[in-house]
């Protein structure tokens, strides 16, 4: 029998924490599963740096043994003041056998030690095959959640004895690759044709947020809070190395099909925690901006927002804008620029053709973008989907940079996304020497791969240029049904949210800037 489960809280703050805010923790006991890299090694070492007793709770006892080894070294560089050393040990815990998860638990349990913290982090990742655990469940569910369940539920009694304590669940936003109509499926969990890779982890991540969820509604009155969890854009994001190799990367590259580049502008990113609809969206009467890829999917709807206060699509939007906005001007000023970003000389040529008119330009939102299941290359022999979701949107919005400069204040959206998290760790980032074989990327790897540049890029902006009004956002619009992988077997299948939720992440910063 499991023990009885614990009130559940969500709590969300924008705020960005570092060790520094993380309070003293001497006397607390905190578990920590898959901690011997990635998230939950971090997660040790800041637990552990402000003096938690640290159990990292692993299958592979000798890699434990060595991020313990590791994280006392960084915690005496991080924290020089820290008279006594770190508390940290290992316990064997395999998620992907139930009976072996419980019995880790009960070992914990022996110890007769208090817990007050408990972070499930361990976990499958969407680029392992399929197969069954000793259990007779789909792997990534059996450890994503099964094994958690199990685990935390085992401890569950002994949580509740140290309230005040807390349970964070890892969860990921990969888990809106359900519609919600659809979400877990429990007649076909282990039927490997009925799902992809990506979705079988969209499901496990899914399960999280449901597990913690359904705590609310069975215990009260407890001080035991479960929060789930989306982590940030991945530390391979977050690489200056690599902001740095691919900036070089890309301007070689581009060197080499484009005679000139216009200078390059300052980069700032911006979180909000808000919700944001067309409503609040400032007036934008006098701006100009443009939309790549804005024919259909999240640039017809943002194209569609932006006009309000592709022919076809232009006179679609116009009358979408004169439904849904009746005080907006009678013609809304919609036109067209050629944009073909599979071509680095043609999307050079479109970037001079808007420069030829002589406007300003206020605002650029790269959403244009291919997801390919087929391995193919682009005009310029590079791989179609970096090609055109990194390469192209560099040429052209290095083009129009000293334009956009001019313009202050002004902003760039990059579109990414988070499905760059599901790059394999083994994989490093971007390897250059290696972009175009076939064989070494599937068509996610390949897609994720185009995404993690677009975030790198946009950092690699920010060591550029500064005390320039001109704000760049990299943003993840959350999974929506688009038509940017029409022949993509691995995702499109489970992606059903409406386009409209995009604004959530591309649009809120326009009102906090004034644009």
Known sequence: ???????????????????????????????????????????????????AHVFIACR???????????????????YPYKKTPARIEVLELDLIDMNK????????????????????????QVA???????????????VNHMGHFVFTTTLLDRLKDSQPSRIINISSIAHEAFPPSVGVDFSTLNNESSTTDLSRYGRSKLANVLFTKALARRLANERVYV????????????????????????????????????????WKTYFTPKRYSYDHIPDLAGKVAIVTGANTGLGYATAFALAANAEDAIERAKAEINTKYPCAPASPQLAFLELDLNDTNKTHQAAQEFLKKELPLHILVNTSGIMNSLFGLSADGIEAQFAVNHVGHFVFTTALLDRIKESQPSRIVILSYMGHELL????????????????????????????????????????????????????HPRLVATEIGPNSKDMMDSVGYKVGRLLNAVMGVLRRRGL
């Open 60 to 78: 592979d006892l000798k890699r434990a043994r060595k991020a313990i080894e590791a994280a006392h070294v960084e915690i005496r560089q991080k």
């Open 101 to 124: 998860a419980k019995e880790s638990a009960k070992e914990f349990l022996k110890k007769g030690l208090p817990l007050h913290i408990l972070v499930n982090n361990a976990g499958l």
């Open 227 to 266: 929060n789930a969890v989306h982590p940030e854009p991945s530390a391979l994001a977050r690489d200056k190395e690599l902001q740095e190799k691919l900036w070089a990367f890309s301007e070689d590259l581009v060197r080499e099909k484009v005679k000139a580049l216009s200078q390059l502008a300052w």
């Open 1 to 51: 029998m499991f023990s009885q489960l614990a009130f559940w809280k969500t709590y969300i703050t924008p705020d960005r924490y570092s060790f520094a805010h993380i309070p003293d923790l001497t006397g607390k006991v905190a578990i920590v599963t898959g901690a011997n890299q990635g998230l939950g090694y971090i997660t040790m070492v800041a637990l552990a740096g402000r003096g």
């Open 128 to 142: 392992v095959p399929f197969e069954l655990s000793p259990d007779g469940n789909e792997s990534r569910f059996a």
């Open 424 to 475: 394999p760790t083994s994989m490093n980032g971007i390897y250059f020497d290696t972009l175009n074989p076939e064989g070494d990327y599937s068509s996610i790897n390949r897609y994720s791969r185009s995404k993690l540049a677009n975030i790198v890029f946009g950092k690699a902006l920010a060591r550029r240029l500064v005390h320039e009004k001109v704000w760049i956002n990299v943003a």
